[in-house]
């Protein structure tokens, strides 16, 4: 199982300077999906200026992604995801934690490839981030919509709150 060979490899130390990567994924014509890019927008507007954090809009993921995820010391990854909870609910999955959850959901998506995917590469490389979290967000409509629903939309300046606070604890 993927989370087991997580845990099991170990990881290259990084240079000092640490720096984490804010990855917000999803698709924002598909109302709630896009929650993690419209996360990592608000959080470039109110911290962009911030040298030991990097704001990155990962739309739907690609390949091109497993760069910056290798050269991040650490990583928060913003997306919607399945928590079988009430809509705009939040729930952070740390390191192995999330390899877990990631493993065991899953499912068909509208991204190129998956966020597993590309931990897997990192971790073939060595350079899978020392710390790493996902801040999932239960969407409640995933249907064609220029914007998260408005329960979605008031959960997002507590997601970003919850980022922050992940980035500071890592320093």
Known sequence: MMSQLFEARQISPRAAGTKTLVL??????LGDEGAGVHA????????????DIEFLDGGTLSFTLAGPIEQADNLIV????????????????????????LGASRRSSVHEVSLLDLLSV?????????????????PMIVDWADGPSEVVARAIPQV???VISLAGAWL
Do not use: H, K
């Open 78 to 101: 913003v997306d919607a995801a399945e928590l079988y909870a009430p809509a705009g609910t939040l729930r952070v999955f740390l390191n192995e934690e999330m390899d877990r959850f």
């Open 40 to 51: 990592v927008r608000q959080l470039r507007q109110l911290y962009g200026s911030r040298s």
């Open 122 to 138: 990192a971790l073939l490389s060595g350079r899978l981030p020392r710390q790493r979290a996902l801040v999932g967000i239960q």
């Open 160 to 162: 970003c709150r919850e």
């Open 24 to 29: 917000g994924i999803g698709n924002t014509l």
